[in-house]
């Protein structure tokens, strides 16, 4: 029989009406045609969004390094620890400063309020005035800077300890407990699992569809199942010169399952609509090189038919040519042969 002339170029989501004939005994369903989207698959990397190399903000010794590579880390956790003895003291000076530059500024003040007085009882001249009030200026001045002199300290004391920012996972160690650290130097590398991402490149061929449709399916290769749908993308203005393809960036959500770090993915755009036939997978039948389906007509008349199957997706495929939409199939192809040659006996008058 040969072949029906039907092209059709989309993503399978058709809906099928399968139903029981209280006459036959196999199960029928019915191949529908729907605008469906149609997809682009390439292949993405998992990325963290969170990731950094924690750097030392104050030189020192190193005195504790409490986790290593693959170690999990909890935000707020102590990494590191650096000698702090020296800084401990530069607080106390600090904080001995600010006790003298108070005490000078109260003696200071004392003074100005007493000659302010002689000064509007004209006891003292201008002069003697303007000095009195540049010195509790100075004094107020000095009480300033021990005050920040204060803030310093503190932030260097309190920089001898380094805690996690987020949590998760160290990837690299930088250094060893003992080793002097200098300000700017890498202490470790990590990154937090709790927010993903999705980076793919992508041909300008395709990037305004990317852009005007706004969707991405991501599929784990692991067990070649959609992991989830994402509409929040990133596409990067610029594509690269070499490629000519556009970085785009698919933001997941947070704590994703079974997705890590570096996994190689599947990154489906949706592109375009338009239909696409399909029927149960399990109606086709495969003999040599030749696929076929029996087909129920109106008067529950069954006939067996060629048919050119397209793509697969999970329990149904598409159907190229040789069906219409419309048209009934037999899901179990088994039976519906066995129930065919029945039928063709009896019309032959063969017992």
């Known amino acids: 029989m040969p072949l029906k002339s039907i092209l059709l170029f989309s993503f399978l989501l058709i809906s099928l009406s399968s139903h029981s004939e209280e006459n036959l005994p196999f199960s029928i369903a019915t191949a529908t045609n729907e605008l469906t989207p149609q997809v682009h698959t390439f292949d993405g990397i998992v990325e963290a969004v969170n990731k950094a190399t924690i750097s030392a903000q104050v030189s020192g010794r190193v005195t504790e390094v409490n986790f ?53 009882d004209k006891i003292v001249s201008a002069s003697n005035f303007d000095k009195a009030k540049a010195a509790l200026k100075a004094a107020e001045a000095r009480v300033a800077a021990s005050e920040a002199g204060i803030t310093e300290a503190n932030e260097q004391l309190n920089n001898t300890i380094i805690k996690a920012p987020y949590a998760g996972i160290v990837t690299e160690r930088h250094i060893e407990p003992g080793e002097t650290m200098r300000v700017g130097q890498p202490i470790m590398t990590g990154f937090s699992m709790k927010q993903l991402r999705v980076s793919v490149d992508v041909p300008q061929t395709y990037i305004k569809a990317v852009r005007q449709h706004q969707k991405a399916i ?36 947070d704590n994703t399952k079974d997705l890590f770090p570096g996994m190689l993915v599947k990154v489906a755009f949706e592109i375009d609509n338009t239909p696409r036939l399909i029927i149960p997978t399990s109606a086709i039948v495969y003999r040599s090189e030749v696929s076929a389906v029996y087909v129920l007509d109106e008067k529950q008349r069954l006939s067996f038919r060629q048919v050119r199957p397209g793509k697969q997706f999970k329990n149904n495929t598409e159907i190229l040519a040789g069906i219409d939409s419309g048209e009934s199939v037999a899901t179990d192809p088994v039976r519906a042969g066995i129930y065919l040659k029945q039928q063709l006996k009896l019309q032959s008058g063969v017992k």
Do not use: C, M, W
């Open 68 to 120: 290593d590579i693959d170690d999990y880390v909890a935000k707020g956790s102590i990494i590191v620890r650096i000698r702090d003895k020296e800084y401990k003291a530069r607080l106390a000076s600090a904080k001995a400063s600010l006790k003298e530059a108070n005490a000078n500024h109260k003696d200071a003040k004392l003074e100005f309020n007493r000659i302010e007085g002689l000064y509007k």
């Open 218 to 253: 991501i599929t784990n290769l692991e067990n070649n199942e959609p992991a989830l749908t994402s509409t929040q993308l990133t596409i990067y203005p610029f594509a690269n010169p070499k490629s000519h393809t556009f970085r785009v960036r698919v933001e997941l959500q």
